[in-house]
């Protein structure tokens, strides 16, 4: 279901991130879906060391993964045309995944600029158009649409999993 979404271009996929302060753990989750169906989620933990971890690497570990497991599909299912819809409510992620490669030795320098590149080789690296768009986090008013609750329930799955990690 997901590579033929994929291909009629009606796959939309949410990331987001939770981040504890008190132990500076971090989580994200993801979600695969259509307008009318619930394809596939995930959460998994923020990685990197305690003292580098921040709710913007939670945010952008939550990209990374997706666009992993986005490259991974359309490399196992042989799928070279097609787009995706990716929501994230975290703007600051967002633009610095798509703003220009980086212009000097500063650029590499920033926090997070490990996920940040990771990110962006992926974009590049993947057969697939993927639309990057930011979406309104936490929004509970009354012109609620897919994204929204889309957002939610990746918002859900990095906050339990930070409460009650997976471990395997």
Excluded: M
């Excluded at 979404?5 to 796959?11: G, H, K, P, R, V």
């Excluded at 580098?52 to 690497?57: A, E, G, I, V």
């Excluded at 994230?88 to 996920?115: M, V």
């Amino acid at each position: 279901k997901i590579s033929q979404a994929i291909t009629d271009q009606s796959l939309l996929v949410c990331t987001d991130g939770s981040f504890n302060p008190d132990d500076l753990k971090g989580a994200h989750g993801w979600v695969f879906a259509t307008h009318s169906d619930h394809l596939w989620q995930g959460a998994g933990p923020s990685d990197g060391h305690t003292k580098l971890s921040s709710p913007y690497r939670a945010e952008l570990s939550g990209l990374v993964a997706t666009l992993y497991l986005l490259q991974y599909i359309c490399k196992y299912k042989n799928i070279t045309t097609g787009s995706v819809s990716l929501f994230c409510d975290c703007k600051k992620a967002l633009r610095n995944i798509l703003k220009p490669n980086y212009q000097g030795i500063a650029d590499y320098l920033a926090s997070d600029s490990d996920l940040v590149q990771e990110a962006k080789n992926l974009l590049q690296n993947t057969p697939i158009t993927i639309r990057l768009t930011w979406v309104k986090g936490h929004y509970s008013g009354p012109d609620q649409q897919i994204a929204h609750k889309l957002n939610k329930i990746t918002h859900d799955l990095a906050y339990n999993y930070l409460k009650t990690p997976l471990i395997i």
